[in-house]
């Protein structure tokens, strides 16, 4: 099993996660992290460090969020590793729960 960065992370990109992560799988895009479901361990201790909520365990992700396991997957592929944290998005806090924001991925 592996843990998913979900939508709400979009235009946000809080790193606080990336700190505690024991194997280094977090990967950076312009306004997106994912995690690299084969390096991950399931250890959970992400999960609670995300200010936002926005990663979950891949069988407990939000109804309409399904498509982010695969995302996670083909994105940790080409984007760049991340292991210290740094300062979120400038307008971060104005995205933090709006819905709908998967059009809004830069690759």
């Known amino acids: 099993m592996t843990f998913v960065v979900g939508e709400d992370c979009i235009n946000c990109k809080h ?7 024991p194997v ?3 990967y950076e895009g312009p306004n997106f992290l994912v995690i690299h479901p084969d390096e991950c361990i399931d250890c ?4 609670p460090e995300c200010p936002i909520d ?22 940790a592929d080409i984007w760049p590793n991340i292991t210290e944290k740094k300062p979120p998005m400038d307008d971060a ?14 690759r």
């Open 15 to 21: 790193t606080d996660c990336v700190e505690v992560c």
């Open 24 to 26: 280094d799988c977090f």
């Open 54 to 75: 926005a990663i979950y365990s891949e069988d407990e992700l939000p109804a309409g969020q399904e498509q982010f396991l695969e995302l996670n997957a083909e994105l």
């Open 93 to 106: 806090e104005a995205w933090t729960g709006k819905p709908d924001k998967l059009p809004l991925l830069q």
């Open 44 to 47: 959970a201790l992400c999960e």
